[in-house]
């Protein structure tokens, strides 16, 4: 449905295309990621391991020197311990991985560098392997400690490590958030912690690396990157680069299509004028009337102006537009030319950026030469938001419209952003007040008063004053009361052909029947 509407206004064979370019390249991506994501996982999953065997060397080092200690101890183990006590107190001192240093003997306390260590102060059958983790014993109740046990008969020394000599290898590691040393079923992580092997093995994606030369082993949770997460991270940029092009790319097709079919409806003389009467608020005689143009669409049926005149101003294509519809505009109106009002006002709707093109002036005599002179007044309506600044060159321009029978109208008065003084400059004949103001009459206090406002401000640019959107007969009452000269709005007349616009002059009673001054007799302007 969305595509329908992008692609809505695309020659089918085009849209076809940009589609099937669009999938061929998004499956060569998905093929090629698939492929480049295995890739990238398996030499993501070597370099852990490659990392976890450094660590394990590491900590390889530290059981090394508790080896050599444990060697050290063990020349003392048939020396009475009243001897050897001060030697494991300086082995002890002199390390950087040893906290105390046991002889045990038939697995009871033989001699330690602990302090009076008693039999019943260590529990010996929780050191019954080479490397023990413990989350605490009698010496050290809140922290950790690793024990390293060397054992020749009955005798054996027992080197105690602080746990957190392993736990700083951890801390300090780029990983250290899913790094682990297990001994057993015990693990120990970057904060001290020490908990059974069970609750990490649950999480899949372990990657462990055992030490060869002592009974450990490193492991690292792996955070594989999913497939998506892999073809997200990496193509991002470049999905966003395809689907901006795409959208350009989209976008000017639509553009450049709907420019060809405005192209082809000049052409096909599709724009066709529609009239909306404008009468006069002392006696609601036919004033004139406001030309709005219609696009009579093969296949969309009638077009109104908003939809495609934005499109028309931007590619310039509103001349030829404007130029066909004042030759129609002539041709409807010749034929009635002795019937209506004399003078007629006939107003068009002129964008800005037509305002300066030299042919607009020629435009303007080709359409008033058709009629016989005096006979009809060329007013050329422009947008108030679409202003132009004051210059010498737009008072040249507006003096020579003058000369030649064409006044100029400020069109949506009170929706732009002009001053009074900017206003004063412009050599402007009429001001329209835009409907949004004539809907306000009589409704909110706050709305009334910007009614009044802008009314008294038009007033006081001394110029003759239409109010457009007239639609109830209150609005019309309080803009005649207000002495606003001309009344233009669905309670007179709907925008239609010239055929059903002119059928009230040749028959005036198909309107009038609502208002009975309703007249055609002319009003000077
Ligand atoms: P606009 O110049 O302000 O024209 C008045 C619009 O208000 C017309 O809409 C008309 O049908 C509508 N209207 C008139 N009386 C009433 C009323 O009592 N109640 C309500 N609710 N609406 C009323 P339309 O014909 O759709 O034209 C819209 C705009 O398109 C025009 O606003 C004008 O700015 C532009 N436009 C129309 N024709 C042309 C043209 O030939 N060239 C250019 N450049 N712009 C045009
Ligand atoms: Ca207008
Ligand atoms: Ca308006």
Request: glycine content about 2%; overall charge neutral; hydrophobic content about 45%.
């Amino acid at each position: 449905m969305i595509l329908t509407r992008i692609f809505g206004k695309v020659r089918n064979s085009t849209r076809l295309l940009i589609l099937s370019s669009v999938l061929l390249v998004l499956i060569a991506i998905l093929l090629g990621s698939s492929y480049a994501h295995e890739e990238a996982d398996k030499s993501y999953r070597e370099d852990i391991s490659q990392h976890a065997v450094s660590i394990v060397y590491k900590i390889d080092s530290f059981f090394d020197e508790a080896n050599n200690l444990a060697s050290q101890v063990a020349t003392m183990w048939y020396v009475p311990c009243k001897k050897s006590e001060y030697n494991l107190k300086k082995l002890v001192a002199s390390s950087n991985v040893a906290r105390s240093a046991t002889i045990l003997h038939n697995n009871n306390v033989y001699c330690s560098s602990v302090y009076k260590l008693g039999r019943e102060d260590l529990d010996t059958s929780t050191f019954r392997k080479t490397i023990t983790l413990l989350a605490s014993n009698h010496i050290t109740p809140n922290s950790p400690v690793v024990g390293y046990k060397l054992v020749k008969g009955d005798w054996a020394a027992l080197i105690g490590i602080n746990a957190n000599v392993f736990s700083r290898i951890l801390e300090n590691d780029q990983y250290k958030d899913n790094l682990f040393f297990a001994i057993d079923n015990k693990l120990l992580n970057d904060s001290e912690k020490v908990f059974w092997l069970q609750s990490i093995e649950e999480a899949n994606n372990i990657l462990s690396v055992k030490s060869i030369k002592y009974p450990f082993k490193v492991m690292i949770k792996i955070n594989s990157v999913s497939f998506w997460d892999y073809v997200y991270t990496r193509y991002i940029i470049f999905f966003i680069l395809i689907a901006t092009i795409a959208l350009i790319e989209t976008l000017y097709i639509t553009l450049t299509s709907a420019k060809r079919d405005m192209k082809r409806a000049i052409a096909a003389d599709e724009f066709i004028p529609y009239y909306q009467l404008v009468v006069t608020s002392s006696s609601y005689r036919w004033h004139g009337m406001e030309v709005l143009i219609r696009w009579q669409h093969p296949k969309l049926g009638l077009v109104e102006p908003i939809k495609f005149i934005p499109l028309a101003e931007r590619s310039k294509l509103v001349v030829p537009m404007t130029r066909q519809l004042m030759i129609k505009v002539a041709h409807d109106l010749v034929p009635y030319i002795d019937v209506l009002p004399n003078p007629f006002v006939i107003s068009f709707n002129i964008s800005a950026s037509h305002l300066y093109e030299p042919t607009l002036l020629v435009d303007c005599q080709n359409f008033l030469a058709k009629f016989p002179s005096n006979k009809i007044v060329l007013v050329l309506e422009l947008t108030e938001g679409q202003l132009i600044e004051p210059s010498e060159r737009l008072d040249r321009l507006f003096d020579t419209f003058h000369q030649i029978g064409v006044r100029v109208a400020i069109d949506d008065f009170g929706t732009g952003y002009s001053n009074l003084a900017y206003l004063q400059k412009l050599k402007i004949d009429k001001l329209k007040i835009d409907r949004m103001f004539v809907s306000m009459i009589y409704t909110t206090t706050e709305a009334q008063y910007l009614v009044d406002t802008i009314i008294s401000l038009a007033k006081q640019l001394k110029l003759k004053l239409v109010a457009e959107g007239v639609e109830t007969h209150e609005q019309l009452q309080y803009l005649t009361d207000h002495k606003v000269d001309y009344i233009q709005g669905f309670l007179f007349s709907r925008p239609a052909p010239i055929q059903e616009m002119i059928k009230d002059v040749l028959q005036p009673s198909s309107i009038v029947r609502s208002f009975q001054q309703f007249s055609i007799f002319n009003e000077n302007i």
